[in-house]
């Protein structure tokens, strides 16, 4: 069984995700992609919480702020990454 922070850690960067896909737009390939980065960037950001020693706002052992910031920037660096790419399908 997982613990409960793993659990929160995986749906919060989730949210994320989905959320980022909502703003943007795309198809299921580009959600997958965004949810997918989310993750492993909400989880660069708890590593790097953890050695840094970043304890702003904790929730049990998951440092949000670290985490959070993590996510949104691995999001963004997808989607600066694939816009290119998206606009060059949506021109066609």
Same mark, same amino acid.
């Given at each position: !069984? ?10 919060? #960067?989730?949210?994320? /995700? ?7 737009? %795309?198809?299921a390939r580009r959600l997958a992609l965004l949810v997918f980065s989310s993750?492993? %960037?909400? #989880? ?6 953890? @050695?840094?020693? =970043?304890?702003?706002?904790? =929730? /049990?052992?998951? $440092? ?5 910031? /993590?996510?949104? @920037? #691995? ?8 816009? $290119?790419? !998206?606009?060059? &399908?949506? #021109? &066609?």
């Amino acid at each position: !069984m997982l613990s409960p922070t793993l659990t929160f850690a995986f749906i919060l #960067a989730t949210l994320y /995700g989905a959320a980022f896909h909502l703003i943007l737009g %795309g198809d299921a390939r580009r959600l997958a992609l965004l949810v997918f980065s989310s993750w492993l %960037g909400f #989880a660069f950001g708890q590593l790097v919480g953890i @050695t840094f020693l =970043i304890d702003f706002f904790d =929730i /049990g052992a998951l $440092r949000i702020v670290s985490a959070t910031l /993590g996510s949104f @920037t #691995a999001l963004v660096a997808v989607s600066l990454l694939t816009s $290119r790419r !998206m606009r060059k &399908r949506s #021109a &066609r």
